[in-house]
């Protein structure tokens, strides 16, 4: 078995990807290398030490998809822009249609690849993925003329006569970067957005969702027109060629460590970002509620959406001393209810995206102040990425659990003397994605939208907001910046082009110098109406 040092190949002024075969596991160094025909691939940990000498002549790999080629596809795609293909209303409808026949017709190769990906029900890939892909590309094809079309506006006295629009043209060439964890429908609805305002896009699907990144690059490029929309698959080699490049947009989901990176290399090139981040969604319970309908509407929000896996998930609960026993007994109802007494065989849920990830969660239980604290659930199995619905009470405000979005099957459950009292513990945490408040306090309901800040909120219930496309979807502060859905997608994409038009009539010269006393007069009784009056009733109008 050979060992191979990240120390015996290296050179000043290059870095370099040795792969090889160590005591535990594939491992590689930076770029990659043919060694005598055996190929290498993956990170060499800093314990590894060489047991051998290679003397043999090394062949450089180049990667498959580099900077320099990245650059090539976006000087492709720049050619079909600026060719005004895109631009066209019959262009965008074609392009929206062959979206919307796609997933008609390959309904069934979506399902399966959700469910190697995540083992995702199959209804609840059809309502959250299929379905919302589905529903915003059928709204944008019905409202996109309408969309296209210049917003007439008001002008000012200064430029009378005159008239004036907003026009929406397209930004150019974009990037969209996508996540895993809804990973068919949160990469073709901003994509969707994207053609309906007129650009060439390239989408970049999550590697860790590798079936749906797979059948997306094979799907868009049997229905889509190649030469203005393109899948570039890969992992983080793939991505940092794709940001080092000029873009006119890029669209990112994901979390806000990688949402940092993304903002940095967009600022070296000042290009402008939409972030779909995260962060702790928290779901406020008063006294006064149905208890049956928001548990079950609770459920529906944490462990039916993904098993947690969502950014607008509830992250954790918060609610009075008194009406925590009987919440916590009605969520164990309901979760027994609808996924069964034996959790861990419950085919009702998804599972753990990774190992990783299982393991991660895994750390949020185990810290020794939280370990004591579950009071239902708590079962795990790695070897199938399960960990059945979990409910802690008061863990510790400086626990990881209450510090991190957790982004699985974990609920905390927080209590507070008084239900206000929730509203500092909420604010002292960075700006959510998403919170929701369960109560029929009319006096409460107004305190929560006035004073907790959050991209979006829900009264009475979880998630739902996001299916409403009237509203904008999106976060504020480290839960993301910008939004989309519906028109706000059309918008996200599009460019506002302020446009005034004027005729060669109404040349004043008080406009021009010299600025003589009597001109002076004459600009102040203009601004103050009396001059626009007089003419006006000259011309037969009068002003209100």
């Not at 060499?44 to 450089?60: F, N």
């Not at 393109?230 to 873009?247: D, H, R």
């Not at 849920?349 to 370990?371: A, Q, T, Y």
């Not at 502060?477 to 004027?502: C, I, N, P, T």
Request: proline fraction near 5%.
């Amino acid at each position: 078995m050979m060992i191979v040092s990240p120390g015996l190949f290296k050179h000043p002024s290059r870095s370099y990807s040795i792969v090889g075969v160590g005591l535990l596991g594939t491992f590689t160094y930076c770029h990659k290398y043919k060694i005598n025909r055996v190929s290498f691939s993956s990170f060499i940990p800093s314990y590894y030490h060489c047991r051998a000498t290679l003397s043999t002549m090394m062949e450089e790999v180049k990667p498959e998809f580099d900077s320099d080629k990245a650059a090539v596809l976006v000087n492709e795609l720049r050619k079909t822009f600026n060719s005004g293909k895109t631009k066209s209303y019959e262009w965008r409808i074609s392009q929206l249609e062959s979206i919307s026949k796609m997933i008609d017709e390959k309904e069934k190769e979506i399902v399966e690849a959700l469910r190697k990906d995540l083992s995702k029900p199959e209804l609840e890939a059809f309502l959250s993925e299929i379905l919302m892909a589905r529903s915003s590309c059928k709204l944008a094809l019905k409202e996109l003329k309408q969309w296209m079309m210049p917003q007439k506006v008001e002008t000012s006295l200064a430029t009378y006569p005159s008239s004036a629009e907003i026009v929406a043209e397209p930004l150019g060439v974009v990037l969209v970067i996508s996540t895993w964890n809804f990973p068919f429908s949160l990469s073709l609805d901003p994509v969707i957005g994207a053609i309906a305002a007129g650009n060439a896009v390239v989408l970049k699907p999550s590697e860790i969702a590798s079936a749906t990144s797979s059948l997306l690059s094979r799907l868009v490029g049997e229905y889509m027109d190649k030469s203005a929309i393109i899948v570039v698959e890969g992992a983080v080699a793939e991505t940092s060629a794709l940001l080092e490049q000029k873009w006119d947009k890029i669209f990112f989901t994901g979390g806000a460590r990688v949402g940092r990176i993304v903002m940095a290399a967009a600022a070296k090139n000042l290009i402008p970002v939409t972030l779909e981040l995260g962060g702790k969604c928290p779901a406020v319970v008063d006294s006064n509620v149905n208890l049956q309908v928001t548990s079950r509407r609770i459920v529906a929000g944490k462990w039916v959406c993904n098993n947690g896996q969502a950014c607008i998930s509830v992250d954790y609960v918060i609610t009075t001393k008194e009406l925590a026993p009987k919440l916590i007994a009605t969520l164990v109802s309901v979760v027994e209810e609808i996924f069964g007494k034996d959790l861990m065989e419950s085919k009702e849920r998804s599972r753990i995206i990774n190992s990783f990830h299982f393991k991660r969660l895994v750390n949020l239980l185990e810290e020794d102040k939280v370990s004591n604290k579950i009071v239902f659930g708590g079962q795990r199995e790695e070897s199938q990425l399960q960990i059945a619905p979990t409910i802690l009470l008061d863990v510790p405000e400086d626990s990881m659990i209450m510090q991190e979005e957790i982004f699985g099957p974990l609920l905390p459950i927080i209590t507070v003397e008084r239900l206000e009292d929730s509203f500092a513990m909420i604010n002292r945490k960075p700006k959510p994605l998403a919170a929701y408040l369960f109560s029929d306090d009319e006096k409460i309901k107004r305190k929560f939208v006035q004073n907790i800040y959050a991209g979006g909120m829900a009264i009475n219930d979880t998630i739902l907001q996001v299916t409403v496309p009237t509203l904008p979807f999106g976060g504020v502060g480290e839960s993301g910046m910008g939004s989309y859905h519906g028109k706000f997608s059309f918008d996200a994409f599009s460019h506002k082009k302020a446009v005034l038009y004027r005729s060669f009539a109404g040349d004043s010269p008080t406009r021009y110098p010299p600025y003589t006393p009597g001109k002076k007069k004459q600009i102040k009784a203009l601004l103050s109406g009396k001059l626009l009056n007089i003419m006006l009733a000259l011309l037969g109008f009068y002003k209100d």
